[in-house]
């Protein structure tokens, strides 16, 4: 396509895209802590009832004569004594007739503070009967990536992607901070759900926005790359979480970073090729121009002019001059196929990710060693993912890491739970295949949308993710039936989801489409010249949508 010539020109991978591509990545070392955040901010340290303030430890007994004993002989975390038992202790009943009578926790609890000094649970009494609300902070965050990725995606189709990126950052570094100062656990909610909103847009226009300034040969490494930002970032958090575990000190710690990223991002330059799909050809040649120069190409810059560009982008220029609707995707039947199949594949993904990796606690050894060893599983599994994508395709990938995640998922579910190694294991290699997934399906939707929708396409793809990662924690509560239930609904659906890779197009060496009739002629097969003759005849998407009232 014309506009992969353009690129080559001014300089293909030149300075430009090496500083900017860098900077634009930077800021995902954090996302990841902001996602998974709550393991160690919302983290349950052992706790059990407060006594009455009138209790006399040197004449009740202490502590122990007001705890009754669970079934294994540990204090009762939510329930007490009405008065202190100072007879012999009854370890394996809360019978109230053989223990004597038993109350809530009225007076508050008491928290091993050994390990997690302050967290939002301790600070806010979210166990025994209030404990359903700190699964709700999770909720509400995964709620605001689920309406940002909606509304900053369609944003970033009609006003650029570095307009919504620094708008984003400003947004992240400020309802990050004022999460950390939070005075009550509404506030922080709303914070939280701000939070979520910007950061899910980050992580789109991070994508868009570098895969629209690289050569077709190179996408697949950044992609890769962008991944492996991520899973360093896991890395960094449970450093970070380690070495500050007051919960307002590592919120704050995860937030002000923004700051800097909000300033720099002002020196970011917009997509030429989201430009010239708005129709923008005078910005498009300014912007080719400025990256010439910075690549050391002044002089394959001053060659573009208008007439050239003219020339070079007809077909962008033919093809219509606005941005397509949000509506195109259900309205327009290649659309819709895409739209369908991406979605499956998208909350396939989610769904089984965030049911691993939101219960470190569940595993029981040290949640920052588990933390590591996700973070750590990521590395050869991401690799392995790179060379399958770059040597097989796309559709291979994607198939297989969601194949052999739905498997690892399924296994585990039928292993006894006395087997912990083996059963961490197989969770360790599934949420590798998950991770490989999530880097696949960043790329392989935006290689698969044409640019007048792209962002709008990658943003309905992350609703659907938001939705599987909401769901996700519902589906956890049916362990309540049996304990491998949710493994066996984890696992079936990436199983489901990956036959649905079939019926997607590989992208593998292929340019990026810029309209629907790019996308169509591509999964049809046809040569580039009959392309070229059809354009001429084909109604523009844009036109159809304004016949249309949009």
């Not at 070392?29 to 901010?41: G, I, R, W």
């Not at 004022?178 to 914070?191: D, G, L, S």
């Amino acid at each position: 396509m014309a506009f992969n010539d353009l690129l080559q020109q001014v300089g293909g991978v030149g300075r430009f895209q090496q500083i900017q591509v860098t900077l634009v990545v930077l800021p995902l070392l954090l996302m990841a802590s902001h996602n998974t955040l709550q393991n160690f901010t919302a983290a349950i340290p052992t706790h059990h009832c407060r006594p009455p303030a009138e209790a006399n430890f040197s004449q009740d007994g202490g502590l122990e004569a007001w705890l009754p004993r669970d079934g294994q002989g540990q204090p009762e975390s939510c329930l007490r004594f009405t008065v202190p038992r100072r007879g012999p202790p009854f370890p394996n009943s809360t019978d109230a007739n053989s223990t004597g009578a038993t109350e809530p926790c009225t007076n508050g609890w008491i928290y091993d503070n050994s390990t997690f000094p302050s967290t939002i649970v301790t600070e806010w009494d979210l166990v025994c009967s209030n404990r359903a609300l700190r699964q709700l902070a999770q909720s509400l965050y995964m709620v605001g990536v689920l309406l940002g990725a909606m509304v900053f995606g369609y944003l970033a189709d009609r006003l650029g992607r570095r307009k919504v990126l620094i708008l984003n950052y400003l947004q992240t570094a400020v309802s990050g901070t004022c999460a950390a100062f939070a005075p009550n656990f509404p506030v922080y909610c709303a914070f939280r759900l701000l939070s979520g909103m910007s950061l899910a847009s980050i992580a789109l226009n991070c994508m868009t926005l570098s895969l629209e300034w690289l050569p077709i040969h190179t996408r697949a490494c950044v992609g890769t790359l962008i991944g492996y930002v991520y899973s360093l970032g896991q890395f960094l958090l449970a450093g970070v979480a380690y070495a500050v575990p007051h919960w307002r000190h590592l919120q704050l710690l995860v937030s002000v970073p923004f700051f800097a990223f909000f300033i720099y991002s002002w020196f970011f330059i917009e997509s030429a090729r989201w430009h010239s799909s708005s129709g923008r050809l005078d910005l498009t040649l300014k912007t080719l121009q400025r990256v010439a120069w910075i690549n050391g190409k002044r002089e394959e810059g001053t060659k573009l002019s208008m007439e050239v560009l003219r020339a070079s982008l007809q077909k962008e220029l033919t093809m219509g001059k606005g941005q397509a609707s949000a509506l195109e995707l259900l309205r327009c039947p290649a659309l819709r196929h895409l739209f369908l199949c991406l979605s499956m594949l998208w909350f396939a993904t989610s769904f089984a990710y965030y049911g691993l990796v939101m219960d470190l606690q569940g595993f029981g050894v040290s949640i920052y060693l588990i933390q590591v060893i996700f973070g750590a599983v990521d590395l050869p599994a991401k690799l392995v993912g790179f060379l399958v994508i770059n040597s097989l395709g796309r559709r291979p990938a994607q198939m297989a890491s969601l194949l052999l995640a739905g498997i690892c998922i399924l296994v585990n579910g039928v292993i006894p739970q006395d087997q912990s190694m083996v059963r961490t294991s197989l969770a360790v290699l599934g949420k590798g295949c998950l991770a490989t997934s999530f880097n696949c399906i960043f790329l392989y939707t935006g290689e698969l949308y044409p640019t007048v929708i792209r962002q709008t396409g990658l943003g309905m793809g992350s609703t659907m993710a938001r939705v599987g990662s909401i769901v996700s924690p519902l589906v956890g509560m049916t362990a309540e039936i049996y304990p491998s239930v949710p493994l066996f609904i984890y696992g079936a659906v990436p199983v489901a989801a990956s036959a649905v890779t079939a019926l997607l197009p590989e992208t593998l060496g292929q340019p990026l489409p810029d309209t629907v009739q790019d996308m169509e002629s591509r999964r049809r097969g046809k040569p580039r010249r009959q392309q070229q003759d059809q354009q001429k005849q084909m109604v523009p998407l844009q036109a159809s949508a304004r016949e249309n009232g949009l």
